[in-house]
Nanobody
Framework: VQLQASGGGLVQAGGSLRLSCATSGGAVTNYVMTWFRQAPGKEREFVTN????????SYADSVKGRFTISRDNVKNTVYLQMNSLKPEDTAVYYC?????????????????WGQGTLVTVSS
C-alpha cells in the first residue's frame, strides 16, 4: 500500500485547510486510516482515524469539533478537513494505514506511511 499526502500550506489562525491522502497499490477495505502530526521538537501524535469499512471515526481531544476525517471509496482517498485552525496545530501531518483497530493511536503500530505535508498556522 502506498500513501500520498497533500494539501498542506500556510493559513491564518481561524482558517481552514483540507488534507488529502491518496491510497494505491492495494485495497484498504480492512484498514484503519490515521492522521498523525509532528511539531518541531515533539513526538508524533495521533490526530484522528477512520475505519475504511463502515466509516467509524475517532479523534484526539485537541481537535474534536474542529477536524473531520472522511474517505472517498471511489477515489480511494482519505481527507482531513481542518477548521478553526490554531497556531498549535502547526506541524507536519502524516497519513498512515494499518490492519488495526480504531484504538491504535501509536505511530509504531502502523506499517504504511505517506511522506507528510506541512501545515503552518500563523497567529
Amino acid at each position: 500500500v502506498q500513501l500520498q499526502a497533500s494539501g498542506g500550506g500556510l493559513v491564518q489562525a481561524g482558517g481552514s485547510l483540507r488534507l488529502s491522502c491518496a491510497t494505491s497499490g492495494g485495497a484498504v477495505t480492512n484498514y484503519v486510516m490515521t492522521w498523525f502530526r509532528q511539531a518541531p521538537g515533539k513526538e508524533r501524535e495521533f490526530v484522528t482515524n477512520i475505519r475504511w469499512s463502515g466509516g467509524t471515526t475517532s479523534y484526539a481531544d485537541s481537535v474534536k469539533g474542529r477536524f473531520t476525517i472522511s474517505r472517498d471509496n471511489v477515489k480511494n482517498t482519505v481527507y482531513l478537513q481542518m477548521n478553526s485552525l490554531k497556531p498549535e496545530d502547526t506541524a507536519v501531518y502524516y497519513c498512515a494505514a494499518g490492519r488495526l483497530s480504531l484504538g491504535s493511536v501509536r505511530a509504531a503500530q502502523y506499517d504504511y506511511w505517506g511522506q507528510g505535508t506541512l501545515v503552518t498556522v500563523s497567529s
